[in-house]
């Protein structure tokens, strides 16, 4: 009888942590894509710091979405700032707008981090949308590089380009 009265007693102590829980929350995938990333440097890192041109291309050519009218997208960015083959892979704060096969586009803050085992690096830039298609929601891109060879940061030209890395974007709603 008193194993019965525990067993009771455990139940009803259970069922009174299940009301206190708070339920899960859905996740809804607005976006998901594949594609390349490729960035060009000039003039080409080398050991040393100096200024140079940086361009980022971004091709997403297989995507599915909430959005039906979304098959593919595309981003750039062009900037200038102070880099070596040493800082190249740094943490990094921006923005960035992919344009969607719809005449859309969304714009995301983010930040960037990097993983960098096994011969290729791992480059995750997470961030909400602020403008555009999809604001709020989060967006998480990753960019998978083989490591540069750093003997082309010996001498010049030095490293011009690296990629195309294999790029994956998703952006969800919590």
């Known amino acids: 009888m008193r194993k019965i009265l525990i067993a009771a007693a455990m139940l009803v102590a ?73 800082t190249l892979f740094a943490g990094r704060a921006g923005t960035r707008t992919i344009q969607w096969s719809n005449g859309q586009s969304t714009t995301f803050d983010f930040t960037r981090a990097i993983n960098n085992a096994a011969g290729q690096i791992t480059v995750t830039f997470t961030g909400d949308a602020t403008g555009g298609e999809f604001t709020g929601d989060t967006v998480i891109e990753q960019v998978v590089f083989v490591t540069p060879n750093a003997l082309q940061c010996l001498a010049p030209p030095g490293l011009t380009q690296i990629g195309p890395g294999i790029a994956t974007v998703t952006i969800d709603k919590l």
């Open 14 to 86: 259970l069922a009174g942590l299940t009301l206190v829980t708070s339920p899960a929350h859905a996740v809804s995938l607005d976006v998901t894509c594949a594609g390349t990333e490729t960035a060009t440097y000039n003039p080409g890192l080398l050991i040393t710091t100096q200024t140079t041109q940086v361009a980022v291309t971004g091709i997403l050519a297989a995507c599915t979405s909430s959005d039906p009218g979304i098959a593919s997208g595309n981003y750039t960015e062009n900037f200038t700032t102070t880099l070596s083959c040493a």
